[in-house]
């Protein structure tokens, strides 16, 4: 999104599928501008880093980080059954740029 490209941002998708699954659901969607990555194997490794494995259930919490430049949590949020904002998301993050 063009309005996170001008404060310096960058987004990236995650899911536990693989590239294939990820590419097919982001072709379903009509095309997805920013980066998907696949947490595929070891399956969850990087949500679990993060802690937003749900391993019963096999799949990633939807989340939401900002990271900073140095690689530090600034800010998450968890989404059950809801999207992140991307109007709350931006303000957040213009908060955390100063």
Do not use: C, Y
């Given at each position: 999104?063009?309005?996170?490209?001008?404060?310096?941002?960058?987004?990236?998708g995650?899911?536990?599928?693989?590239?294939?699954?990820?590419?097919?659901?982001?072709?379903?969607?009509?095309?997805?501008?920013?980066?998907?990555?696949?947490?595929?194997?070891?399956?969850?490794?990087?949500?679990?880093?993060?802690?937003?494995l749900?391993?019963?259930?096999?799949?990633?919490?939807?989340?939401?980080?900002?990271?900073?430049?140095?690689?530090?949590?600034?800010?998450s949020?968890?989404?059950?059954?809801?999207?992140?904002?991307?109007?709350?998301?931006?303000?957040?993050?213009?908060?955390?740029?100063?």
């Open positions: 999104m063009k309005q996170f490209d001008e404060k310096g941002a960058q987004l990236l995650m899911s536990v599928d693989s590239t294939f699954a990820l590419k097919t659901w982001a072709t379903s969607m009509g095309g997805i501008r920013h980066p998907l990555i696949a947490d595929f194997w070891p399956h969850g490794a990087v949500a679990k880093s993060f802690d937003i749900n391993a019963d259930a096999g799949i990633a919490n939807r989340s939401l980080f900002i990271i900073d430049p140095n690689g530090v949590i600034q800010h949020e968890l989404h059950t059954g809801t999207l992140p904002d991307p109007d709350a998301t931006l303000s957040k993050l213009a908060e955390l740029q100063g």
